[in-house]
Antibody
Framework: QVQLQESGPGLVKPSQALSLTCTVS??????????WNWIRQPAGKGLEWIGR???????KYNPSLKSRVTISIDTSKNQFSLQLRSVTAADTAVYYC????????????????WGQGTLVTVSS | DIQMTQSPSSLSASVGDRVTITCRAS??????LNWYQQKPGRAPQLLIY???TLQSGVPSKFSGSGSGTDFTLTIGSLQPEDFATYYC?????????FGQGTRLEI
């Protein structure tokens, strides 16, 4: 059974970069059957998709964040990472990594495995 | 972006009730519609994918239907553990988008 685990600083200063890593166990990022995603949720609010990466390194980002986001993958370590630059208080949220099925270049499946989430607070 | 609109935003029900939550997409998404349950402090859990397919391990009292722009999630015979927030999600095209959530309360 695949497991995902987020790691990274819980506190980031405004204007700096937020960096998180998702370590995957029980499955391989090289399988080609899945996209690997980042999703966030501010306290008491809904879910926002940040972006995804495929085993090839191909990425798709939410246009609302695209100018500040980079998602990368390291199949040798079975990890993928999120970098969000120039953060503000509005970026304070629980950040989740999640997997969904690769069904094609555009369409995909539901998010069937999630990390437990990590709270990132942006504050000086 | 495809907008996902859930209704109602909140719903009060009793143990044993049957409830239905609706989700409408701003354009056709075929059946690329998924439903999640989220409890406080926990990650969302996939209940239904492809509009009507039950995720492995999810009780059969959860069911989904719809295609195109209109979808429903039905929960039969509510139990205390079913009181949570439910989200719909379209995986038809990036950016993936979610409904605003439906809070199911006792």
């Amino acid at each position: 059974q695949v497991q995902l685990q987020e790691s990274g600083p819980g506190l980031v200063k405004p204007s700096q970069a937020l960096s998180l890593t998702c370590t995957v166990s029980g499955g391989s990022l090289s399988s080609g059957s899945y996209y690997w995603n980042w999703i966030r949720q501010p306290a008491g609010k809904g879910l926002e998709w940040i972006g995804r990466v495929y085993m090839s390194g191909s990425t798709k980002y939410n246009p609302s964040l695209k100018s500040r986001v980079t998602i990368s993958i390291d199949t040798s370590k079975n990890q993928f990472s999120l970098q969000l630059r120039s953060v503000t208080a509005a970026d304070t949220a629980v950040y989740y990594c999640a997997r969904n099925s690769y069904l094609g270049l555009v369409v995909s499946g539901g998010f069937d495995s999630w990390g437990q989430g990590t709270l990132v607070t942006v504050s000086s | 972006d495809i907008q996902m609109t859930q209704s109602p935003s909140s719903l009060s029900a009793s143990v044993g009730d049957r409830v239905t939550i609706t989700c409408r997409a701003s354009q056709s998404i075929s059946t690329y519609l998924n439903w999640y349950q989220q409890k406080p402090g926990r990650a969302p859990q996939l209940l239904i994918y492809a509009a009507s397919t039950l995720q492995s391990g999810v009780p059969s009292k959860f069911s989904g239907s719809g295609s195109g722009t209109d979808f429903t999630l039905t929960i039969g015979s509510l139990q205390p553990e079913d009181f949570a927030t439910y989200y719909c999600h379209q995986s038809y095209t990036p950016p993936h988008t979610f409904g605003q959530g439906t809070r199911l309360e006792i």
